[in-house]
C-alpha cells in the first residue's frame, strides 16, 4: 500500500496537471479563434476517450482476475458492430449490454 504523503503528492500532481490542461485551452487561448486544423482534431476527443475508458475492463476484467472473458470481448464486438450499423449510441449500448447479460447467463 502506498503511503499517505506519497499519495496527497500524486493526488496534488494529477490535479495540478488537469488543471494545467484545461487552462491551457480555456484561459489562455479560450478568448483567440482557434486554427482549423485544431478544431477538427478536437473533435474526435469524445470518440477517443471513450473507448480508452472501457478497454481495459474489456480486455482486463477485474472480475475474472484479468483474464481475458469471451463474454466481455462478445459484448464489445456487438457493440462495436451495431455502432458502425446503425449509428445509434444507445442501440449499440443496449446491444452490448444485453450481449453482455446474455453470455454471461450462457457461459455461468
Known sequence: MIDSQSLWIVILGLGLGSFGFRFAFTGIIGSRP???WVLRHLRYTAVAVLPALFAPAVVWPSATGGAPDPARLSAA???LVIGLWTKNVFAAMFAGGG???AMLYLLG
Open 34 to 36: 482557434m486554427p482549423a
Open 77 to 79: 464486438a456487438v457493440t
Open 99 to 101: 450481449t453482455l447479460f
